[in-house]
């Protein structure tokens, strides 16, 4: 290195000598993670929820010196009042900071996960990513011939007639599943209402399976209109705010370490001892299936 060069470096080299607030700062960006199914699963396998995201998110949007917050999103899904939870508390953080947002896919962004993407400003994924699933799902089973083969007799009392609707023990009730329909119906609308209010013109509604429930790779979602663009969360920003762009993540507090180590243990390690772990696990894993992950 020349005598030349190491003058010309001298002032970053002596930049610690500067007080912070007189510093040169670099473009710094919040970046949340949202990783997993949506709702409540169980107390060692916890899925996002407005009660685990709600400090995260506001210690992202309140980071000093932020410009701007990055979702990255792998969800298949969930609940669908908590993805709707969640994306109000995004937005309303947005708008109080005045702070653009901008979700990045990796494997999935579907249904509840979409939802959730659809508060950014803007949406970027994979070629790879599946995004989409706009619609309603409720899925169970039936043990009502189960137990009669065993001789199992259900005892149900009720005060109201509709409140042990849909139980899995009993045949199933043609009115029920009407009433279900019903419910899903007006869940669905709230769902398209909410697409269509965020991404707006840049849907193209001359599909007939936008709103079917339908997902889609990368490439088809941003013709469709579902997302904005192809890239990786350091490409694009570092497209938007420079090549000095600092990524900051912000995490939720770490569980104690008996659930880390519970919380991690997989399908296969279960027994019949826990059957709440394997049916959460269970459920999980179906939702990534209808995804065909």
Known sequence: MTQGSLIARLPERLQFLVPARFRARHPLVAVVRLSGAIGAMLPLRPGLSIAH?????????SLKGARAVALVINSPG????QSHLIFRRVRALAEEKKLPVFAFVEDAAASGGYMI??????????PSSILGSIGVVSAGFGFDRLIERFGIERRVYTAGEKKAMLDPFQPEDPQDVARLKELQRHIHEVFVDLVRSRRGAKLDETDPDLFSGAFWVGGQAVRLGLADGLGDIRTVLRE??????????VEPPRPPLLGRVLGRRPLGEMTLADPAAMLGALEERAAWARLGL
């Open 53 to 61: 995201l709600a400090p995260v998110l506001e210690r992202a949007f």
């Open 117 to 126: 993407a659809c508060a950014a400003d803007e949406i970027f994924a994979d």
């Open 78 to 81: 969930g609940s669908a009042a």
């Open 240 to 249: 938007r705010f420079g090549d000095e762009v600092q990524l900051r993540l």
